[in-house]
């Protein structure tokens, strides 16, 4: 709790810290590190809690940004987004454009959950790489949204009340949505619905035998990890102005998956924390070398070796107790 108060204390005060320091260029980093947070947390409730190990979740993350910078573009550009069978305008308002990314990544979790979930093991970890693959090359093909090049935003979204192109703006409304999502994520988990989802990540035919369903339990949890992904894609897009189908590629869900485990899969903090150390390695190596992934690959070994809950559990004790 000490932790959680200290790191939260922290965040709140960072902009303030970083000005006095003179590095106010930082903050922007730090958005970034929550963003990232964000959408590794959301993966670990599917792969900590839920035991189901994805290579496909920048999916989710990819098309809440494409979904954000598509009507962002037909906003500055003044032309519809579709004019048939309807007329569907471009709009640039952060309070309806985020929830429609939240929307649509959903939706698009529910189908490829829905068939990914038939499957476990290997086979679904393959399925969810696949479908991620498939949207990637899409979105290469999309000519018209800039394809391989991606696309960039005019501006960032209208919000009432914040002027997201100021940083510090932007980085507290990012914290506000990544401590809003943690504390929808601590309820899941400490409910019914979590207990049941743990439940089939550890023995699934003892839960269906007890009468759960627990096919529809993970498409919910499943549909919940890519909706928060896509709400963390359309902040990406309002930090970058910028979208390109990398986002979507099997690589950037990798990345994503390693942030859980370095940070401690199944712990909820853990991610946020994986994250921000990742975040920080890669710029802090990538100013002496291009090849940092060299330096940043042994200390990823050795977390896995000799850290089961990782950064989390160094932190915690968590590791020291289960000696």
Known sequence: M??????????????????????????????????????????????????????????????????????????????????????????????VLWPLAILVSALLAAIIGALSLRTSGMHFIMITLAFAQMLFFFFVSLEAYGGDDGLSLFARNRFPG??????????YLCLAVLGIFLLIAYRLVSSRFGMVIRGSRDNEKRMQALGFPTFRYKLACFVIAGAAAGLAGALIANHTEYVSPGLMHWTHSGVILVMVLLGGSGTLFGPVLGAATFLILEEVLAIYT???????GPALILVALFARHGIYGILTGRERNNV
């Open 162 to 171: 914040l002027d997201l192109s100021d940083d510090t703006h932007f980085y």
């Open 2 to 95: 000490l932790l959680l108060i200290s790191a939260t204390l922290l965040l709140l005060l960072l902009p303030t810290l970083l000005g006095w320091l003179g590095e106010e260029y930082l903050i922007s980093l730090a958005s970034r590190i929550l963003i990232y947070a964000l959408v590794a947390v959301s993966l670990d409730l599917m792969l900590g809690f839920g035991g189901m190990v994805s290579l496909g979740h920048a999916a989710f993350f990819g098309i809440g940004a494409y979904v954000v910078a598509i009507f962002t573009h037909h906003s500055f550009d003044g032309s519809p987004v579709l004019s048939w069978p309807f007329v569907l305008p471009g709009l640039d308002g952060a309070l």
């Open 290 to 296: 291009e090849h940092w992934m060299l330096y940043l």
